[in-house]
Every structure is written in C-alpha cells, then in structure tokens.
C-alpha cells in the first residue's frame, strides 16, 4: 500500500525535525458535491488538501518538503493546492534551502477546470526562480504521477527519482483508451522504462530514499574548498623508453580487468550517489554525483564493459550527457567527463536517432559551459561518441589512453582495405596519450606500470588525485579567466608542436 504523505515524510526526515508551513485552506468551492467531496477527503486523510509542506532534516541537513497525498482526491492539485505549493517553493527560495517534491497525483482536479490546469504555470514559474538561484531541486515521483503534474513540476527536478514500478505518464490508461480506442501497453508508463530511457535519474525504494537524499544533497549544496597548495602533477615530458607502444596502448585498454569509470569512482571518492542511465544500470553511460578528496562534482562517463560484446554510446545518452551538464552548471558545480568508448552506435535507429546530431549538441553544451570541465581519457577514445566528451578546461589522460576518429582496425580497412595494418595504423596516426599532449589536447598524462589492469587499486589513487588537485586548480581560477583559456585552448587545438 502506498505511504502518505505523513508517512513518507517521517520515513525521510529526522525524527522530530518536520515543521510545517501550511496554513489552513479558508475557501471553500460552491458547487455541493465537490464541497461534499472535500470534506470527505479531509475526514479520511486528516488532511486539508492533497498537499503538505514544510521543513525538516536530513542527516543533520535542512530541506524544505513537498509530499502529495494521493488519498485525498488522488493527489489532485486544485487552485489552493497550487498555491500551497507555490507558497512553499518560493519560501525555499528565499531561504535558500534545497527542495524536495514527492508528487503522486492523477493531475490537475477535474473538478475547478482550466483554473486549475493554469496553476501548473503557477507552480513552474516558482520552480524555475528556485532552480535559477541555483538550488537544488529534487523529484521523487511516486506511484501514480500523471498528467500536467507529470508535464510540469513533477519532472523538473535537477534529479528525478521514482518509486519502484510507479505508472507514470502523460495520459492515464482509461483515458488513453477511451481517446483512441486501443489499450496503452503496460510498460510504456513504468518507472523502470523511463528510467531505461534516460527520463528518470534513478528508481528508489521509498526505504533507500532517505540515504539517497541525504547522500545527494552532500554532494549538491557542498562548495569546493579551493586550496593553493593542490597543484596537479605537472606533465613532464617523457623519453622515449616511456611512451608505450600505441599499438600495445590500444591491446591494454580493451583488457577485461582493467579499471572503467564505475571502479574508478568506487575506489576514489568519499561520497558517491551513482544514477541510472539510458539503457539500465548496465548501459554504456556512468552518471554520479560525487565528492573526491573534498572537492564535490557531477561525473558522466563512459563504461566499458568487460569481457562482453562492446555496448555502443547511443543518442539518448548523449542527452543524458547534456541534461547532466546544465544541472552542474545550474548548481555551480565542476563537470567531470570519463572516455572509454569503442564508439557511437553505428545503427539505422541510431541514423534515426540523430546520433550525429546529438554530438555536435555534446559539444556545444561542453564548450559553452560556465561551470569547470575537467575531462579524463581513461581508455579507449573512439570517434565522435569519445570526442563528444572532450571538451574542457583541462584534460587528463591515463598513459595507456588513445583518440582515434576509428579504432585502427577500422582506420586500417580504409585506407590498406583490411584489418592487417592497424598496428602500424596506430604508430602513425598520433593515437596516444603523450601525442595529444604535444597537439595540446592533453594537459597531464597519468602512468600506468605498464597497465592498469596489473595495478588498479595504485592507478585509480594516482588518477583520483590528479582529479581532484585539478578541479581545486579550477576552483580558484576565476570564471573570467577560465572561460578565456578555454576559448584559446581549444582554438589551438591540433597543432603540432616541432
């Protein structure tokens, strides 16, 4: 059965911390029945409308709360409804405080018409001021959560949430049926199928809410600490005996043991909130929210997956890349990409898909970014799906890292028209990490001895503080300056330096 709003509150927040800020509902409608039907809905849920507000903690944090009450009219938002909601976004707003909705309604209240439909403009309007103070604004959408709920606030959370198999969605079923004269598949409108498609962040069960909140907002309201004395490892230029073999570079990064972004998180940060992604938790996309050696950051990166069949990089997550991007720099927080890609799917659907199109938006959101950007070649860099996430302030490289517009294999077949050369193809092209660095793609080239996957535990602390010294660097650069090296940074990009 599904929880109230008491009860889903009290779940989430410290005991004895919930104040509310509701203020009694005063007016009263004239049409009977609907009267009749308010005082019902009271009588039943102990409530006076089908919201409750008000602040509370977690974890020793505050947070303004937002909770529906689905057994009062199913959680539908009337004209008072709105405006409690509003109420309760701008008093947030004005104090600053992160905000959590936990909507579960079947929309707008049928019962006040377009007045109440309007309201959904109502309530936007105050989430957008919120999320342009550069609050954070959280989304747990439970289930049901339809209509212009769905359309509106209920899904413009910087993170959205769901509750395990919720139905959620634009139009309800019995509607949709009777519209169109079929049947609405039955997972169209899951929790689980949107988040497979990118639309929902992560689907939570209402007990592991609490730490994913609390989790979440260490990350989000945490500002980084910029430090003089954290100066990246500078990038000395290597003799000949240490740059490794391109082609050997290209073997190493494809071993299943050797460590993707998921270990490399797992084993670097203090705080780590990961996200689901286009595809499932095992897509080839990582999204995170995470907090290295204080230094607290949102991560998309790329995953391979090993000892399997390489999973391509898909248009849909090169939304996910993007939607990511805007909610660090609407929070003010550093960017973190991770390349490890054999490449975007190469597909029909993908044609369809507007994969093409979905990089070269990648790309533009990366370079006009106001917020830092740090990107980390980790592994395999394969055409447009690794250069999607390249754009940045600084780039740091694993020594065994590579960027290709192809695998070798695939550069070899045009231009020998077969496989046989890419070994050679590799030496020649200028594949590897200490290359990029010479064209000024690369700012530091982290070592491997001679591989990763021989010492993962070492490289992720070596690479993990690498990161971290940098985004301190970041930190204290200022914006100005910043956004000024990147425009000549990457306006360099690909000379050769004799």
Do not use: K
Not at 24 to 44: I, N, Q
Not at 116 to 122: K, V
Not at 137 to 162: D, E, K
Not at 184 to 197: F, K, M, S, Y
Request: aromatic share 4%.
């Amino acid at each position: 059965m599904s929880l109230t709003a008491h009860q889903l509150i009290g779940l989430l927040v410290d005991p004895g911390s919930f104040v509310s800020w509701d203020d009694p509902v005063t007016t009263e409608p004239r049409d009977p029945e609907y009267r009749a039907s308010l005082t019902r809905a009271r009588e039943r849920t102990g409530i006076d409308e089908a919201v409750v507000t008000g602040i509370g903690r977690i974890g020793g944090g505050q947070a303004a709360l937002i909770a529906s009450e689905f057994g009062f009219l199913g959680g539908s938002i009337g004209v008072a409804t709105a405006e409690r909601i509003t109420r309760a976004v701008e008093q947030a707003t004005a104090a600053r405080l992160p905000l959590i909705a936990l909507p579960v309604s079947g929309g707008t209240r049928m019962q006040e018409g377009s007045a109440a439909f309007l309201c959904m403009l109502r309530i936007t309007a105050a989430v957008q001021a919120h999320r342009a103070a550069g609050l954070p604004y959280l989304t747990y959408l439970r289930n049901p959560t339809m209509g212009g709920v769905f359309a509106s606030w209920g899904t413009l959370g910087h993170l959205v949430l769901a509750e395990p198999d919720a139905r959620l969605g634009f139009l309800g079923p019995r509607v949709y049926e009777e519209l169109r004269g079929v049947q609405l598949p039955p997972d169209v409108q899951r929790a689980e199928t949107l988040a497979e498609r990118g639309l929902v962040d992560a689907v939570v069960a209402p007990e592991e809410l609490r730490e994913v909140l609390r989790r979440s907002l260490s990350v989000l309201t945490r500002r980084a600490l910029p430090s003089p004395s954290a100066v990246p490892p500078a990038a000395v230029p290597p003799t000949p005996a240490d740059r490794p073999d391109a082609w050997q570079a290209v073997l190493r990064t494809r071993h299943p043991d050797r460590p993707g972004t998921r270990e490399l998180l797992r084993r670097t940060t203090e705080e780590l909130v990961l996200l689901d992604s286009p595809g499932g938790r095992d897509g080839a996309l990582v999204r995170a929210l995470a907090v290295l050696d204080g230094q607290p950051a949102v991560v998309v990166g790329q995953q391979r997956r090993a000892g399997a069949q390489e999973r391509p990089f898909t248009a849909a997550d090169l939304r996910s890349v993007r939607r990511t991007a805007r909610f660090a720099e609407q929070l003010g927080l550093p960017l973190v990409t991770v390349v490890d890609t054999a490449g975007a799917e190469l597909s029909v659907q993908a044609e369809l898909d507007g994969v093409a199109v979905e990089i070269a938006h990648c790309l533009t959101t990366l370079l006009s970014l106001r917020t830092p950007v740090l990107a980390v070649l980790l592994g395999q860099g394969s055409g447009g799906g690794a250069l999607a996430l390249l754009p940045a302030d600084r780039v740091l490289a694993a020594g065994n890292a590579w960027l290709a517009p192809l695998p070798p294999e695939g550069a070899s077949a045009i231009v020998h028209r077969d496989g046989s050369h890419a070994p050679e193809l590799a030496r020649a092209q200028g594949i590897g990490a200490h290359d990029l660095a010479a064209v000024g793609l690369v700012d530091t080239v982290i070592p491997e001895l001679p591989d990763a996957a021989d010492e993962p535990a070492a490289f992720c602390a070596r690479l993990g503080h690498a990161i971290s010294t940098t985004l301190a660097t970041l930190a204290a650069t200022p914006t100005s300056d910043r956004l000024a090296a990147r425009t000549t940074r990457h306006r360099r990009l690909g000379d050769l330096v004799l």
